[in-house]
């Protein structure tokens, strides 16, 4: 199986920024897309960014676009999402997310991933 640990989650204050890190271990035997997601309270958990296996396509919401950025070192199994110009509504858990057999079309849909990590927690003051 593969195990997928979010880290770097805290309180920040808005317009900082933050990076988080996903390392994904265990046997992973396939091209897979990472894809990061997020829950803020009281709403249903929302597609943030997700990356290919080579990195040469990336996915971002509107939400974040032109402040998010997400990459991907494969040969540590990690990923990571840099957040700048944070805002008060970017606070969430945030999951990171495996994707063994991707597509263009699902690398966006929360349905289509096989790996979740525990979540970190993002909380940005105003």
């Known amino acids: 199986q593969v195990q997928l640990v979010e880290s770097g989650g805290g309180l920040v204050q808005a317009g900082g920024s933050l990076r988080l890190s996903c390392a994904a271990s265990g046997r992973i035997f396939s091209t897979y897309a990472m894809g990061w997601f997020r829950q803020a309270p009281g709403k249903e958990r929302e597609f943030v960014a997700a990356?290919?296996?080579?990195?040469?396509?990336?996915y971002y919401a509107d939400s974040v676009k032109d402040r998010f950025t997400i990459s991907r070192t494969n040969a540590k199994n990690t990923v990571y999402l840099q957040m700048n110009s944070l805002k008060p509504e970017d606070t969430a858990v945030y999951y990171c997310?495996?994707?063994?057999?991707?597509?263009?079309?699902?690398?966006?849909?929360?349905?289509?991933?096989?790996?979740w990590g525990q979540g970190t927690q993002v909380t940005v003051s105003s």
């Open positions: 990356i290919s296996w080579s990195g040469g396509t990336t």
């Open positions: 997310a495996a994707d063994l057999r991707p597509t263009t079309a699902s690398m966006t849909k929360a349905s289509t991933y096989d790996y």
